[in-house]
């Protein structure tokens, strides 16, 4: 009886492990697509904050020049 609980024990700490190693390689996937995501996305917004606003204010004046 005993043999068997030990047997039982080491196969649910090589399915422990196995679970370990795929929650693990998931968390990167999830950082890397966070990472992705700031990158392509929330680094141009930014950026657009900031050329905007100048854009507008190049595109007035250049029309109040025109006297339309």
Known sequence: ???????QLDAQAQKIDAIYESVEKTRKYFQIILWATVI???L?????????????ETYTTSISGLQL
């Open 40 to 42: 392509m996305f929330v």
């Open 1 to 7: 009886m005993e043999q068997s609980i030990k047997e």
């Open 44 to 56: 141009p917004m930014v950026g657009l904050m900031f050329i905007v606003p100048s854009f507008i």
